[in-house]
């Protein structure tokens, strides 16, 4: 478990939080720009001098009660940040040591093999680091961090200086250390798609405050954070469900895979890591899925499946619709409509409807 309850005054700003973090898993911070997400990140880190309470576990870092504060530098912690630091004159390897030689016992203990393995750099540990490509220093630096034998990982939009190619190509790297390190992550983002494929629990900051804080899928699925569902203005409609979910039937002769969970099924287009028996993320946007009253006959949407409404949220234009699958309780849906539809079907939350599903991604 990560506690933080921090205060923090700025002539423009103030941070006011009171947290309680899972101590496994990602956890994303996620908000505008300015809303206090670096902040946070760096007065958990102690880098910034906050009023409160930080403690991991049974350590406490900061406890301005007892007059107690850590430094930085004795804190178990790796910190990423968008474009790390790495010593120009060394190479990975040498980086890699320097970091481990800074940190204490444990990190001399720790084996780094499988952190090289981790990131796929075993390829690049004579080369200075002045060649590296964008996506291969953040690799390198994300190694460093863990080199040190760190019991919480920071992550400052490690992703946001690299293209999209770069992006896509380092995403299957942090999605191994969600998998795979027991340490907990805190991931700040400002991209909703990074969120939706590494997060496992958000946290919704705005003006320096918590909006909401909870298991991933859980706040994706509500239909009253604007943060998460605002659209118009230019803006790219992101609102969506992330279901977790396994592949229980394949269909070799189209090419489709048929998920399972609480609920439902959806078939998607088969993919990498989608043999029969593996759990998956699948990721529906909102936009994705229109209503019917009636079961749709003779339709080409090959997801249809009958839901209740559980919430309806409408602006001038939109209509959003919580949905829960196969009844009361089944894993959320959202769905956007004009409101012009949703009025002529004259739909309720409690009604009985069929979301037809054009769209599925598989994170
Ligand atoms: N060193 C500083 N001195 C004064 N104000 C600062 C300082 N650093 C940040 N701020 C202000 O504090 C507020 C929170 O900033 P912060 O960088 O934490 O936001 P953020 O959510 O990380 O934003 P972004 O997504 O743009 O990085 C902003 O209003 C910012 O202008």
Redesign the pocket.
């Known amino acids: 478990m990560i506690e933080a309850r921090l205060r923090l005054q700025?002539?423009?700003?103030a941070?006011d939080v009171a947290l309680s973090l899972p101590g496994r898993g990602v956890t994303a911070?996620f908000?505008?720009?300015?809303?206090?997400?670096?902040?946070?990140?760096?007065a958990i880190a102690g880098l910034e001098r906050a009023a409160g309470r930080v403690a991991l576990g049974d350590e406490t870092w900061q406890d301005d009660a007892r007059g107690l504060f850590v430094p930085t530098h004795r804190r178990p912690l790796g910190y990423v940040i968008q474009e790390s630091a790495l010593f120009a004159h060394l190479d990975v390897s040498g980086n890699l040591a320097y970091g481990r030689r800074r940190a204490g016992e444990a990190a001399q203990r720790l084996a780094l093999e499988p952190v090289i393995e981790l990131l796929g750099i075993g390829g690049l540990m004579r080369r200075r680091v002045g060649t590296l490509s964008g996506g291969e220093r953040q690799r390198v630096a994300i190694a460093r961090a863990l080199a040190t034998a760190p019991e919480l990982l920071l992550m400052?939009?490690p992703l946001a200086a690299l293209d999209a190619p770069r992006k896509a190509e380092i995403l299957p790297y942090l999605e191994r250390l969600q998998r795979e390190l027991a340490l907990p992550i805190l991931y700040?983002t400002?991209a909703l798609d990074e969120v939706a494929r590494l997060a496992d629990h958000l946290v919704l900051?705005e003006h320096?405050r918590v909006q909401a804080a909870g298991p991933l899928a859980e706040l994706l699925a509500r239909t009253d954070l604007p943060a998460l569902v605002r659209h118009g203005g230019g803006a790219p409609d992101e609102a969506g469900v992330v279901i977790e979910a396994e592949v229980i039937e394949r269909d070799e002769a189209y090419g489709l895979v048929r998920l399972g969970f609480g609920g439902g099924t959806l078939w998607v287009g088969e993919g990498p890591g989608t043999g029969l028996g593996q759990r998956v993320r699948a990721r529906v946007l909102a936009r994705d899925v229109s209503l019917t009253r009636q079961a749709p006959r003779e339709t080409s949407i090959i997801n249809v499946l009958p839901a209740v409404i559980e919430q309806l949220q409408a602006d001038r234009g939109t209509a959003l619709l919580q949905l829960a699958l196969g009844g009361r309780g089944g894993t959320r849906l959202l769905a956007r409509i004009t409101r012009k539809s949703c009025e002529a079907l004259a739909l309720q939350p409690g009604d009985q409807v069929f979301a037809q599903v054009k769209g599925v991604a598989l994170m």
């Open positions: 700025r002539r423009d700003f941070l911070l908000g505008p720009s300015g809303c206090g997400k670096t902040t946070l990140l760096r400052d939009e700040v400002h900051l320096g």
